[in-house]
């Protein structure tokens, strides 16, 4: 019924994209093994082959945009698992956007809370005001007492306890410096300004000057939900940022941002700062570190990133270090941008699972480099009493860094 309700000639467009790339999809099921909702329960309509005709079939106005179907559709973790298996290489991340963005949000957005989180100034002012009144000490009370199924229930649960770092700072030596801009974003410039703090700190050992934008929201969770305006209004302030820096390189330490980011500025080198530490690693002298370690990769370090083998460089050089990270397909944690708010029991399922795993190695730290990530497994490590802790792997290679 799609069909129907189209107004504009861009949504017809648009429509004519979804059923061209749905039309490449060859039905041959290679990427059900590596799909985490598919392994949940082994629902066809759960799998990227079953998004594909269910995107395909409301594009061609053959069904209607049930909430059953919508579900299927907003159960999507964005993972990419499926892209990078498919051989027929289905753009299954432009064809879910562009499907989103004509269906709008979905009914389960929680937009209020979604707006908090996305201004880092009133996250931090939040954050503040919940430390007046003790709130880590009643926190995990006062989640209790929402619904169960509530996304601000969610939020409580991972919002961390401790006070969140400073913002990271520009830093460099000189003018003749390559220079560097990092993005702060939004959640990650609060609860990883530390991540954030030790990249700049690592890359200006490596000999970069690092100048770091004002903090706001990259738009990815808006463009993975369906709110096309906002996300281009978040990819307009992005473009404006970045033309103002004087910078040859974006970065990003959270891997989950790295493809908004790269849509909005096309052309433009937008790299996890992993990868670029990793070709001057020879500047770089780690003090030894006697730990074991459980490496946990996001999907979007290793499908959009592809900073997973320049992290496992980096690591190798701190000596002592007993590395292991976890399986991969079909294993994502569940966070997933705002997945973990909006389907919080599906989340804590995979992250669970994710757990379950790490339990394995019986590490001593959890290192995962995505905000999100690392902040619904850190609420998950709390829960179950694990005798881990966790940190973005940056802020341990700093901790590292034997000073010149
Ligand atoms: S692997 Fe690609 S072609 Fe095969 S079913 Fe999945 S999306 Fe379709
Ligand atoms: S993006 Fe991930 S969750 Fe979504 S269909 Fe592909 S593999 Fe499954």
């Given at each position: 019924m799609m069909g129907m309700l189209l107004e504009k000639s861009s949504e017809h467009a648009a429509v004519g994209r979804i059923v061209e790339w749905a039309g490449?999809?060859?039905?041959?099921?290679?990427?059900l093994p590596v799909c985490p909702t598919y392994a949940l329960n082994r629902n066809e309509a759960e799998s990227p082959r079953g998004r594909i005709a269910i995107a395909a079939a409301l594009a061609r106005g053959q069904?209607?945009?049930t909430a059953q179907l919508r579900e299927r559709l907003d159960?999507?973790?964005?993972?990419?698992n499926c892209e990078t298996a498919c051989p027929a290489h289905v753009q299954y991340d432009a064809l879910l956007i562009e499907t989103r963005s004509l269906l709008g949000?979905?009914?389960?957005?929680?937009r209020l809370l979604l707006s908090l989180v996305k201004r880092p100034a009133w996250l931090r002012t939040l954050r503040r005001i919940g430390r007046w009144f003790a709130l880590p000490r009643w926190q995990a009370w006062l989640a209790r007492q929402?619904?169960?199924?509530?996304a601000w229930r969610a939020a409580l649960r991972i919002m961390p306890t401790t006070a969140p770092a400073a913002r990271a700072r520009s830093r460099g030596k000189d003018a003749g410096q390559p220079r560097l801009a990092l993005f702060p974003g939004c959640v990650a410039s609060v609860d990883d300004a530390e991540a954030q703090q030790a990249a700049v700190a690592l890359l200006q050992a490596a000999g970069f000057h690092v100048s770091v934008l004002p903090a706001?929201?990259?738009g990815a969770m808006d463009l993975h939900s369906g709110a096309a305006q906002a996300a281009e209004r978040a990819a307009s302030q992005v473009r404006q940022a970045w033309a103002g820096s004087g910078a040859t390189q974006l970065l990003s330490?959270?891997?989950?941002c790295l493809g908004t980011l790269r849509r909005a500025l096309p052309g433009v080198s937008v790299i996890d700062p992993l990868e670029l530490l990793a070709t001057h690693v020879g500047q770089l002298h780690f003090r030894p570190l006697e730990r074991r370690v459980a490496v946990h990769l996001p999907c979007t370090q290793v499908?959009?990133?592809?900073s997973d083998g320049a992290l496992l460089q980096l690591l190798r050089r701190v000596p002592g270090l007993q590395l292991s990270t976890l399986p991969r397909?079909?294993?994502?944690?569940?966070?997933a941008g705002s997945h973990l708010l909006e389907f919080p029991a599906r989340a804590a399922q995979l992250r669970d699972d994710t757990l379950r795993q790490a339990a394995t190695l019986e590490p001593q730290l959890l290192l995962s480099s995505n905000i999100g990530c690392r902040l619904h497994l850190a609420a998950g490590i709390g829960e179950q009493g694990l005798p881990w802790t966790h940190q973005h792997p940056l802020t341990l290679l700093a901790q590292q860094l034997e000073k010149s």
């Amino acid at each position: 019924m799609m069909g129907m309700l189209l107004e504009k000639s861009s949504e017809h467009a648009a429509v004519g994209r979804i059923v061209e790339w749905a039309g490449q999809c060859v039905q041959c099921g290679l990427c059900l093994p590596v799909c985490p909702t598919y392994a949940l329960n082994r629902n066809e309509a759960e799998s990227p082959r079953g998004r594909i005709a269910i995107a395909a079939a409301l594009a061609r106005g053959q069904a209607d945009p049930t909430a059953q179907l919508r579900e299927r559709l907003d159960h999507c973790l964005g993972c990419l698992n499926c892209e990078t298996a498919c051989p027929a290489h289905v753009q299954y991340d432009a064809l879910l956007i562009e499907t989103r963005s004509l269906l709008g949000p979905p009914p389960r957005r929680p937009r209020l809370l979604l707006s908090l989180v996305k201004r880092p100034a009133w996250l931090r002012t939040l954050r503040r005001i919940g430390r007046w009144f003790a709130l880590p000490r009643w926190q995990a009370w006062l989640a209790r007492q929402l619904p169960t199924h509530s996304a601000w229930r969610a939020a409580l649960r991972i919002m961390p306890t401790t006070a969140p770092a400073a913002r990271a700072r520009s830093r460099g030596k000189d003018a003749g410096q390559p220079r560097l801009a990092l993005f702060p974003g939004c959640v990650a410039s609060v609860d990883d300004a530390e991540a954030q703090q030790a990249a700049v700190a690592l890359l200006q050992a490596a000999g970069f000057h690092v100048s770091v934008l004002p903090a706001f929201c990259c738009g990815a969770m808006d463009l993975h939900s369906g709110a096309a305006q906002a996300a281009e209004r978040a990819a307009s302030q992005v473009r404006q940022a970045w033309a103002g820096s004087g910078a040859t390189q974006l970065l990003s330490v959270a891997p989950g941002c790295l493809g908004t980011l790269r849509r909005a500025l096309p052309g433009v080198s937008v790299i996890d700062p992993l990868e670029l530490l990793a070709t001057h690693v020879g500047q770089l002298h780690f003090r030894p570190l006697e730990r074991r370690v459980a490496v946990h990769l996001p999907c979007t370090q290793v499908n959009v990133a592809h900073s997973d083998g320049a992290l496992l460089q980096l690591l190798r050089r701190v000596p002592g270090l007993q590395l292991s990270t976890l399986p991969r397909p079909p294993h994502c944690c569940g966070a997933a941008g705002s997945h973990l708010l909006e389907f919080p029991a599906r989340a804590a399922q995979l992250r669970d699972d994710t757990l379950r795993q790490a339990a394995t190695l019986e590490p001593q730290l959890l290192l995962s480099s995505n905000i999100g990530c690392r902040l619904h497994l850190a609420a998950g490590i709390g829960e179950q009493g694990l005798p881990w802790t966790h940190q973005h792997p940056l802020t341990l290679l700093a901790q590292q860094l034997e000073k010149s």
